[in-house]
């Protein structure tokens, strides 16, 4: 099992930044990548970013070029800079760590941070 800690979040301006940031404990060992999703109001949770353990970063197209996904294996954290927000990046942001092992991969999330942008 990896719980996750998630902190930051709040209201925004648009056109302002926030940094949002997640701690993983437990099995930490098993964790391949963490990453950040969200979900809108009436919308389905989508991808936000992932990093890997190798440092592979994955960006969805809506966030590219104004969010930054980083992570710190040792202290087994990722965190994700934001800046440009717009009025349609409101959503709830979770936290998520992949894991594997030999028989089995596994998706835990955090309980969720609001982010409020404001036009």
């Known amino acids: 099992q990896v719980q996750l800690v998630e902190s930051g979040g709040g209201l925004v301006q648009a056109g302002g930044s926030m940094r949002l940031s997640c701690a993983a404990s437990?099995?930490?060992?098993?964790?391949?990548?963490m990453g950040w999703y969200r979900r809108a109001p009436g919308k389905e949770r989508e991808l936000v970013a992932t990093?890997?353990?190798?440092?592979?970063?994955v960006l969805a197209d809506s966030v590219k070029g104004r969010f930054t996904i980083s992570g710190d294996n040792v202290k087994n954290t990722v965190s994700l800079e934001s800046n440009s927000l717009k009025p349609e990046d409101t959503a709830v942001y979770y936290c998520?760590?992949?894991?594997?092992?030999?028989?089995?991969?596994?998706?835990?999330w955090g309980q969720g941070t609001h982010v409020t942008v404001s036009s």
């Open positions: 990093i890997s353990i190798g440092g592979k970063v």
């Open positions: 437990g099995n930490t060992r098993s964790i391949t990548a």
């Open positions: 998520a760590a992949f894991t594997a092992s030999d028989h089995e991969r596994q998706t835990f």
